[in-house]
């Protein structure tokens, strides 16, 4: 396993209950992948270190999966949002709405106020981002909630991203500010990091951490998952995949600094582009004081650490070169969010790493070649 983030664990802790030998390593000197937490050791708060996780989802399977390696309790993500100085509801819903324009509507009155008298109806059949916001919420809010956050976040205009970003109207008609819809939300008692050790705990499973893969290791086993980046394992010989980074800006208060785990700044003049306050993700735990991560989005150059791929059309060509390479290379499965070159979820990446065990494994017993891919990343 190459990788000792989520789809290495799952993936290495389903072979070894098979009776597999399994070597995981990794080039960070912890497990956990981007999922990592640790404790501040200035606050003793529960960090993460790698941006803001929270649990969500409607596979029962996978809830049942991380609740058997860790406590999970419960946890609604709920996100602020500041706009020219004012603190708004997120997502955007009836109380963010009844603020941004002072009203007090009801349901069916604040979506006709919006659809009939904001959206722009003159924009038939809307190609960009730009274009299905003001189609959809039209100009004020657009402005003051999508815009600036947009271009921070991608590094360009909402009018060079495709219309498919914004795939419905993204408002709610009640005042329902929890941020996912997803049956099982939680947070896992002791983070992830311990969650993932406890996967990982198996005799049949070996961790070296400060390990850097490279394709030539691959000689010395039977198979290789490798939830690196997909360009990285060729060295990058066709050129390199977008991403774009984040830097974190840590800094401590002493109390409470805005409380609340996650407060968006939407406007384009604050460069970043949220504050997350650790504590909050751990509303059980009591702490004086309190450690901030103010965040910052720009583009991946050489060296930095691989956060969202850009998959603009530029991307999926290269993509598809070396999605050919991959399949032309045996003894190799491509795995997780940097193996496939998409963004996962947490839930989704147990789900996709449990599928790849149990078909490495249906492989194995037919007699099957094991692909490149269990997922495609096109
Ligand atoms: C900012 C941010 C916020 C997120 N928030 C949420 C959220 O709220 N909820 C949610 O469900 N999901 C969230 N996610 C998604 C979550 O982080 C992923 O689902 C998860 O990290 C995927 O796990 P992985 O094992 O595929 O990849 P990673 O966690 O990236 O693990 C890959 C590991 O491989 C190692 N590696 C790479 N190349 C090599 C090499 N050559 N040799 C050795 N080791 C190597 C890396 O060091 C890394 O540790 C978020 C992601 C980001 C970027």
Same mark, same amino acid.
């Given at each position: 396993m190459v990788g000792a983030g989520l789809s290495g664990a799952v993936i290495g802790r389903e072979l070894a209950d098979h009776g597999y030998q399994v070597t995981v390593v990794d /080039?960070?000197?912890?497990?956990?992948?981007?999922?990592h937490t640790e404790r501040d050791a200035e606050t003793g708060v529960l960090v993460h270190v790698y941006g803001p996780h929270i649990f969500h989802t409607d596979d029962e399977e996978v809830w049942t999966y991380v609740n058997d390696y860790e406590t999970f309790l419960p946890f609604k993500n709920r996100v602020k949002t500041t706009s020219k100085g004012r603190v708004y509801s997120l997502p955007v819903n009836l109380h963010t709405i009844n603020q941004f324009f002072g009203k007090a509507m009801r349901p069916d009155e604040a979506y006709a106020f919006i659809t009939?008298?904001?959206?722009?109806? /003159?924009?038939?059949?809307?190609?960009?981002f730009e274009e299905q916001a003001l189609r959809f919420v039209g100009k004020e809010l657009y402005e003051a909630f999508f815009k600036g956050y947009t271009i921070k976040q991608w590094g360009c205009h909402p009018s060079e991203l495709p219309a498919s970003i914004l795939k419905r109207l993204p408002v709610r008609f009640n005042y329902d500010d929890n941020y996912f819809f997803h049956k099982f939300q939680g947070m896992p008692e002791n983070g992830y990091t311990a969650m993932i050790e406890r996967i990982l705990d198996h005799p049949a499973i070996t961790v070296k951490l400060g390990v850097t893969f490279e394709r030539?290791?691959?000689?010395?086993?039977?198979?290789v998952f490798y939830s690196g980046p997909l360009d990285g394992y060729f060295d990058y010989s066709l050129g390199r995949l977008g991403y774009r980074t984040l830097d974190f800006e840590r800094f401590t208060y002493s109390g409470d600094y805005q409380g609340c785990a996650v407060m968006n700044y939407?406007?384009?003049?604050?460069?970043?582009?949220r504050i997350t306050e650790h504590k909050h993700f751990a509303p059980w735990e009591r702490h004086e004081k309190s450690v901030c991560y103010r965040e910052y989005s720009r583009f991946a150059e050489a060296g930095d650490i691989p956060y969202?791929?850009?998959?603009q059309v530029r991307e999926k060509e290269l993509l598809g070169k070396y999605v050919e390479l991959a399949d032309r290379t045996g003894g190799v499965t491509f795995v997780g969010r940097l193996g496939t070159y998409r963004y996962l979820d947490m839930d989704v990446t147990i789900r996709e790493s449990l599928d790849a065990a149990r078909g490495f494994l249906a492989c194995i017993s037919n007699g099957r070649a094991v692909p490149a891919f269990f997922q495609r990343p096109l």
């Open positions: /080039s960070r000197d912890h497990i956990g992948g981007n999922c009939e008298e904001q959206a722009d109806t /003159s924009i038939e059949d809307p190609q960009t030539g290791m691959a000689a010395e086993f039977d198979h939407a406007d384009e003049a604050v460069p970043f582009t969202y791929p850009i998959r």
